[in-house]
């Protein structure tokens, strides 16, 4: 590898995570919660598009055992750091590496291994601030994890419909100042959605949301209670820290009870 890394501990530890140091995106809280996301009935093969080093991948193959995970990402040195964390964790039975450039063209994708149909479950956590919004890092690998021309945000949304089973479920980690384009990109790809704002404390607007749909949902969009992440001294609530150590988010999406 060219960059330095750390080791990393996820889920109580139970996954010991290899990523680089600085220059590259280095995965946190956001991958977590994307995992989590996925609730304990979550069965069959599910896709990590744009997964870096594979942290919201295999935090949920470790939670979950009913599921095989495919990480797919474009970036050779951290496509390398995935196959090597699938390694280190044990995971090999339940986990695979696909290199390859989400925004392809489906025949590139296929080329690659990205087949249609192929996923039962899609995790989306894609580059989610827009170029025009912020200034890029001068790291071109932290830029093309953190960046996204405006314009991209459709071709992740038409890639995930693509490659998802037609019952399965997507599960999407987004800025919440940037909703418009992401339900813009959702268009009519995706229905029965369901949105979780996250905020950071009680009483401050929301920073980030998790979105879910389904390709053929058809219920009406729900919005529900949102997640508050700390106490007011600054603290994990005990919730949020309990999803830290490898539980699930327990939200009840789409009304099942």
Not at 23 to 50: M, N, S, Y
Not at 132 to 156: E, F, K, L, T, Y
Not at 160 to 175: D, E, S
Request: hydrophobic share 50%.
């Amino acid at each position: 590898m060219t960059e330095a890394t750390t080791v990393d501990g996820f889920l109580d530890n139970r996954l010991a995570i290899t990523q680089p140091a600085r220059g590259g995106h280095r995965a946190g809280l956001d991958a977590v919660l994307l995992a989590a996301a996925l609730g304990a009935e979550t069965r069959g093969h599910v896709l990590d598009l744009g997964a870096g080093v594979g942290v919201a991948g295999l935090c949920a193959a470790a939670r979950l055992a009913a599921v095989s995970v495919t990480l797919v990402e474009r970036d050779a040195e951290a496509a390398a750091l995935a196959r090597r964390n699938i390694m280190a964790n044990g995971l090999e039975g339940r986990a695979g590496v696909i290199e390859a450039d989400v925004l392809a063209s489906a025949r590139q994708r296929a080329a690659a291994g990205l087949k249609p149909d192929m996923a039962d479950h899609v995790i989306l956590n894609p580059p989610y601030h827009p170029g025009d919004r912020v200034r890029p890092s001068p790291s071109p690998q932290r830029q093309a994890a953190h960046v996204v021309d405006p314009a991209d945000i459709d071709g992740w949304l038409r890639a995930a419909a693509a490659l998802l089973h037609p019952n399965g479920t997507l599960t999407v980690i987004f800025r919440a100042d940037e909703l418009p384009r992401l339900l813009a990109a959702v268009g009519s790809r995706f229905g029965s959605l369901a949105l979780l704002p996250i905020h950071a404390h009680a009483g401050e607007v929301a920073h980030r949301l998790i979105l879910r749909g389904r390709p053929q949902g058809r219920a009406p969009l729900r919005l529900l209670p949102g997640l508050v992440l700390h106490e007011p001294g600054g603290a994990w609530r005990v919730d949020v820290d309990a999803v830290l150590r490898g539980a699930g988010l327990g939200v009840d999406w789409w009304g099942n009870g």
